[in-house]
């Protein structure tokens, strides 16, 4: 079917294959890699049919190939079972839910008898009211989930409360970025949820308001706009995982006759180049509706529903391999064996508030394979009794979530940073893709965002 989609393209290049970006590179060429991005996430679906998760997947097939959810029943049934859970109830993902419900032609105001609409707007009065009944000027979780609770409620056509609102503006940065470190990720979010808000009568009609989200789209505009780099062949908004998002949010801001988005063509031609392989399930979700420059803004127009069934064989669910080794896997082997390896070492610190000194401890990990991740770097020093870790499987691949009997508390906005002892900067990606060096140094740091 690939195949024939494909062939259709190259023939009349419609605007059903149109790009992102005008000029971009061909669109047969695009259409083949969302191919391998399904091929990807099809691979990566749990038994259970769902992914870790399972919004994020389904938006990310639904908007990078309408119509392209394959098991449209099983999905169903598996997003009933997640809502239930306590633990999705947050306001990013119950937005997510949300918006990947309308996607597949579902109502997210009764679905299967749940009001997922009604679950993230009071999600979103939680983020802002404190313990004692007032408003919090910043939200409980990260202003990256808020963002996206603004775009489900625009998206979805359900009331925006201008309060709200006027916080995500309030704590716009100097600079037009949104977020503690002038990230490209939520100031990309918070764009695309003010692309959409700026129509909605609440704002259109009280002009101050009108005039506060104009002016915020401007700023951010103009932020995005100077966080392009140049990365060996490669040109990113921020980083490659920060580019899909940027560039639909800068798509749908400049709507409406805009500029063209700078170096469109060369940040398309970026991704087109970047291996799908290895990739976890988030990025190639978050991936798939950039390369069909399709935002869930596109959600408020008229959606492709997915057909039930028939599924592919090569789309049945796989069995997941799970990544935990054994301690045998780290000891030496023989002569012969360990002819052909290159061993590396490499240095792990553990800083808590309590033990920010310098000169900090630093565990030995010798004899690391080359190659090998930093979580199994971590298996390893554990495998030596020197560290104890646990992790949470995510769509990123394993988080850190405590070091030596130390828990991040998410309700303290605490999580364990990886950051390069040498430099003092963060790492690029996680334990499950990073790949230290030789004799590399590397601190995991007990920090809040
Ligand atoms: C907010 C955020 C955080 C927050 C999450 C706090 C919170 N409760 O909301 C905090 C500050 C904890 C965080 C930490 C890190 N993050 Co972060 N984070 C994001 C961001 C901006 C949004 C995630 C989100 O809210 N999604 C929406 C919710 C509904 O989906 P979710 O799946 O439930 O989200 C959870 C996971 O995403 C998880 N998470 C967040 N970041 C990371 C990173 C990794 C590697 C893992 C495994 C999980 C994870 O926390 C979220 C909330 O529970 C994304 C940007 C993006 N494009 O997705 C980057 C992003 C996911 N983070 C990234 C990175 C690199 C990190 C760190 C490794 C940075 C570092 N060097 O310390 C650490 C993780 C370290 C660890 N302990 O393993 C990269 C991942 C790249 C990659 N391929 O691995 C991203 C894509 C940013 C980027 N453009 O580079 N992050």
């Avoid at 803004?297 to 054994?326: F, K, R």
């Avoid at 030789?438 to 920090?447: M, R």
Wanted: aromatic share 8%; net charge negative; glycine share 6%.
């Amino acid at each position: 079917m690939n195949v024939l989609y494909l062939f259709v393209c190259l023939l009349v290049n419609s605007a059903s294959c149109q790009t992102v970006c005008d000029g971009g590179p061909p669109s047969a060429v695009i259409e083949a890699k969302i191919n391998e991005g399904i091929d990807r996430l099809m691979a990566l679906r749990n038994q259970d049919w769902g992914w870790v998760n399972t919004p994020q997947a389904v938006l990310g097939l639904q908007l990078g190939r309408p119509g392209s959810i394959f098991g449209l029943n099983m999905t169903l049934s598996k997003i009933e079972t997640e809502i239930g859970s306590q633990s999705n109830r947050n306001v990013g993902k119950l937005a997510l839910y949300a918006m990947a419900l309308k996607a597949i032609c579902e109502d997210p105001s009764n679905f299967r008898g749940i009001n997922v609409m009604q679950l993230v707007q009071q999600a979103m009065s939680a983020e802002f009211r404190s313990q004692n009944g007032t408003l919090n000027s910043k939200p409980r979780s990260h202003w990256y989930q808020l963002a996206l609770g603004f775009q489900a409620q625009c998206v979805l056509g359900d009331s925006i409360v201008p309060i709200h609102l006027s916080k995500l503006i309030q704590y716009q940065n100097m600079n037009g970025s949104f977020g503690h470190s002038s990230s490209v990720d939520v100031t990309s979010m918070a764009l695309l949820a003010l692309s959409c808000v700026r129509d909605r009568n609440e704002v259109a009609d009280t002009p101050i308001l009108a005039s506060k989200v104009n002016l915020a789209i401007q700023k951010a505009i103009v932020f995005l706009g100077r966080s392009v780099i140049s990365d060996r062949n490669n040109v990113w908004f921020g980083n490659k995982y920060s580019t899909p998002g940027a560039l639909l949010a800068l798509k749908e801001a400049n709507r409406d006759g805009g500029p063209n988005i700078q170096y469109c063509s060369h940040v398309v031609e970026s991704m087109l180049r970047q291996p799908l392989a290895e990739e976890f399930s988030a990025a190639v979700a978050q991936m798939l509706p950039a390369l069909n420059g399709n935002s869930v803004l596109s959600l408020m127009g008229n959606v492709t529903c997915p057909t039930p069934d028939p599924i592919p064989d090569q789309y049945q669910p796989a069995d997941v391999t799970s990544l935990v080794h054994s301690c045998n896997d780290f000891q030496l082997g023989n002569f012969f064996q360990e002819f052909f390896k290159v061993r590396i070492n490499v240095r792990l610190s553990v800083i808590t508030p309590d033990t920010n000194q310098v000169p900090y401890n630093v565990i030995e990990v010798p004899n690391v394979e080359k190659d090998n991740t930093l979580l199994q770097v971590l298996q390893q020093a554990q495998c030596n009794t020197d560290i104890e870790f646990e992790t949470l499987n995510t769509a990123w691949g394993a988080m850190l979530v405590s070091v030596n009997g130390v828990r991040a508390n998410p309700n303290k906005r605490e999580y364990w940073a990886l950051v390069d002892g040498s430099s003092g900067s963060f790492l690029p990606t996680g334990v499950s893709t990073y790949r230290p060096s030789d004799d590399e140094h590397i601190a995991l740091k007990l920090a809040t965002w």
